[in-house]
């Protein structure tokens, strides 16, 4: 039974990364999308940010699993806003060191953003569902400011005001590390698959879904209201997908965002409506796969939060490389990706795809 | 052109260069080393459950 004591330390924890997540994202996508104004960065730099943000971050994870007291977001946050002052001073020697420190900055914060609120979650997914989506509403925040006259060190001293958050979120991660280990109630992967294949399988469909995410046809977004909206959505699809994984199974809600949400996205191409239901129901397997993951390196949530994030570096990379010409053949890749990806959660999944109770 | 004329031409000539190819090579180096930490990991975590197996 859980206390009311570790239900507002949870879900603190949960919101206090919202806001953490948000800010992270809104200097990242500022920054970058200030820099890829210059033309001779537009497309190096979204690959390099990419890279350095999203792959490091298991390595990263590692680190914090086995040293906890090292206040590794308040780190980032540093150097995200130091990152973000030189972008607007010009102190470190060209663009590529402050893009650098950016990326690190970056892969700190989630991190530990990972770490605390998979460890405060008494094993539900609704938390580090609530942290995920608090960086759909970052980006498109960023950009946005980014189109704007907004000085940059305005963003880097905005960014500074997450360190309260990162603090007392560390207090939450503390109280819950006085258990053995916090997260041995995620238990949703199949015992008789093997950790490395359920680990593999689960990288594979990240890999699927970041590609899926660039390939989704969207001719309707032409308004910046319009991508306002598309954001915000893939924000709410994400928090809503460890919602319904906690109340209905991770198994079910896999199966059954990813099933309604094609004929949606293929249909949705011009329209708006349409499309975002298709949307919302693709967002929700976020969390899914992160914490079939961590079910089973269950003493390693940071670790297990990297495998995520390379995936999703690794899925969105081709698109820097080829692009599919015609709308049929995009939307049969999507389709074919999509069977295999519901292929691969049912094998790994628990069939009752709840958490086992005896725990 | 035929296909795998299209992926050289495209993707070796064009977009390799300096930086792609210098990031390609940190994130195949991470990548591995984040395979063997994992590896790690899954082979102690195998090595306490059968232990507390045998204790029973």
Redesign the interface.
Same mark, same amino acid.
């Given at each position: 039974m859980r206390s009311g004591k570790s239900i507002t330390r949870n879900l603190g924890a949960a919101w206090l990364y919202f806001y953490i997540h948000f800010a992270t994202e809104v200097i990242c996508f500022f920054s970058l999308t200030r820099l890829t104004g210059d033309s001779v960065w537009l497309w190096?730099a979204p690959?390099?940010y990419d890279?350095?943000a999203f792959?490091?971050q298991?390595?990263v994870g590692?680190i914090s699993d086995r040293f906890p007291k090292i206040p590794v977001s308040v780190i980032g946050i540093i150097l995200m806003a130091l990152a973000g002052a030189d972008f607007a001073l010009g102190i470190l020697p060209g663009k590529?060191t402050a893009l650098v420190i950016l990326c690190l900055g970056n892969v700190c914060t989630h991190v530990n953003g990972a770490e605390v609120t998979l460890r405060c979650s008494d094993g539900r997914l609704s938390h580090s569902a609530i942290f995920v989506s608090g960086g759909s509403f970052g980006v498109i925040t960023g950009r946005l400011l980014a189109d704007t006259f907004l000085p940059a060190w305005v963003v880097s001293l905005f960014v500074l005001t997450a360190i309260p958050f990162a603090l007392l979120a560390e207090y939450y991660r503390k109280d819950a590390d006085k258990l053995e280990n916090p997260c041995e109630k995620f238990n949703y992967n199949n015992p008789k698959i093997p950790?490395?294949i359920v680990?593999l399988t689960a990288t594979l469909i990240v890999i699927v879904r970041g590609y899926m995410g660039y390939g989704i046809p969207t001719s309707w977004k032409k308004t910046v209201f319009q991508t306002v909206l598309l954001y915000v959505t893939m924000g709410c699809g994400k928090a809503l997908g460890g919602v319904f994984a906690d109340l209905f199974g991770v198994r079910k809600t896999a199966v059954f965002s990813m099933v309604c949400a094609l004929p949606f996205l293929f249909a949705g191409d011009n329209i708006m409506a349409v499309s975002l239901i298709g949307v919302m129901f693709f967002s929700m397997t976020m969390s899914i796969t992160l914490a079939l993951i961590v079910s089973?390196?269950?003493?390693?949530p940071g670790?297990a939060f990297?495998?995520t994030t390379?995936g999703l #570096?690794l899925g969105t990379a081709p698109i820097?490389? #080829?692009k599919f010409t015609t709308a049929f053949a995009n939307c049969a890749v999507i389709a074919i990706l999509t069977v295999l990806c519901l292929a691969g959660v049912l094998i790994i999944t628990r069939k009752d795809g709840k958490k086992n109770e005896q725990l | 052109m035929n296909s795998f004329e299209f992926i050289i031409d495209s993707f070796f000539l064009r977009h390799i260069s300096a930086p792609i190819a210098v990031i390609s090579a940190i994130v195949v180096l991470i990548i591995i080393i984040t395979s063997v930490a994992a590896a790690k990991e899954i082979k102690k975590n195998k090595t306490e459950k059968d232990g507390g197996a045998r204790d029973v």
């Open positions: 190096v690959f390099v890279a350095l792959v490091p298991g390595i590692r590529y950790a490395g680990i089973v390196l269950q003493k390693s670790l990297g495998f390379t #570096f820097f490389f #080829f | -």
